[in-house]
């Protein structure tokens, strides 16, 4: 079968992103972008400009309406919130069209300090959970002169990709059972036929006690249909395990992110009581002390699945004022 011309490829994939941001701006209001050397990424913000700033990053799948919630009161109490799309959601766009549609985890991160550098904010507070606690947690991790503080949903998430990816436990393997299904091609033809209804599942799985409506999670499902979004996050989940390769200009970041650098920076640590995907011990570990020196609270939320910050945004906004008030 004959390839499709970059160029017509190009074109539709700038329509359907056009077509995407009218969809997203008619539902949720401005939508904004700046450029950054790879991608044109979009957010909302609220808030006083001159306010400190705080960074908000979704996970997959997800998009910035998991902050809805979480973003007023810190935008009242006088912080400037900044929530983005993360490549390939929503409005956000790969710059080039020959660019590789990569979602390793450095990628990410890289995301992170270039859009923060776009933006011209020399120190931020970040919160994410997920890809979005990936992004924060490198970010924090490499350039602790950037990040002011941390609030992590998800832990200590930077993960070894250059060595040996050991099973793990069965029950642990069984819940990821999506990521063995993207790591074949049959998995990445099930997400692009059926990307809403399969994130639809993973949302009342990975949060068995969240009852969400169809209505929250239609605002949030058009965010899947960015025409890069299945090439991303088949990548990411194959680049983890070894079966895809990375981009070479983050061959020296992922070996650093595998020796596990500590996080130096002020730190809370939220954790869903309800997440299947997380860990919920009672007691800080001695894993989390060693990783995080600068730990400042961890607190198990019960009755929050894995979208801690939709089911118990309180939880979050309240644990980043204190933080920034210390």
């Known amino acids: 079968m004959t390839s499709m011309p970059r160029s017509r490829r190009s074109f ?4 359907a992103l056009a077509g995407l941001a009218r969809r997203v701006q008619a539902q949720s209001g401005a939508v904004k972008s700046v450029d950054t050397p790879i991608l044109k990424i979009a957010y909302y913000e609220s808030g006083p400009a001159q306010g400190f700033p705080i960074i ?17 009161p810190l935008a009242r109490a006088g912080h400037r919130v900044i929530v983005p799309f993360l490549r390939g ?7 080039d069209a020959s660019a590789p549609r990569t979602a390793e985890q450095a990628a990410i991160g890289q995301d992170l300090l270039d859009f923060a550098d776009a933006l011209r904010l020399p120190r931020f507070a970040a919160a994410g959970y997920d890809w979005g606690g990936r992004a924060a947690a490198i970010a924090a991790a490499l350039h602790p002169d950037r990040v002011r503080a941390l609030v992590l949903m998800s832990g200590y998430s930077i993960q070894n990709t250059v060595g040996p990816f050991p099973p793990g436990p069965p029950e642990a393997e069984s819940r990821l059972w999506y990521q063995w299904y993207f790591n074949t091609e049959r998995g990445r033809e099930g997400l692009a036929a059926n990307r809403r209804p399969l994130c639809k599942l993973l949302w009342h799985q990975w949060s068995p006690t969240w009852r969400f409506s169809d209505e929250t999670y239609n605002l949030t499902a058009p965010s899947f249909d960015n025409p890069d979004f299945v090439d991303v996050v088949i990548h990411s989940y194959r680049h ?52 995080f020196p600068s730990l400042k609270v961890r607190r198990v939320i019960p ?10 945004p309180a939880a979050l906004s309240t644990a980043l004022s204190e933080l920034l008030a210390g």
């Open 12 to 15: 539709l994939q700038i329509a």
């Open 89 to 95: 959601y929503g409005p956000t766009q790969f710059r």
């Open 56 to 72: 908000l990053l979704h996970g997959f799948p997800d998009d910035p309406h998991a902050y809805d919630e979480v973003a007023p």
């Open 240 to 291: 983890r395990i070894g079966n895809a390769p990375g981009e070479e200009r983050f061959k020296a970041v992922e070996q650093q992110l595998a020796r596990r650098p500590k996080i130096e920076v002020p730190t809370t640590l939220l954790y869903g009581g309800d997440d299947v995907l997380g860990q919920r011990s009672p007691d800080v570990t001695p894993a989390e002390r060693q990783l």
């Open 303 to 312: 009755g929050a699945g894995h979208f801690l910050p939709r089911e118990n």
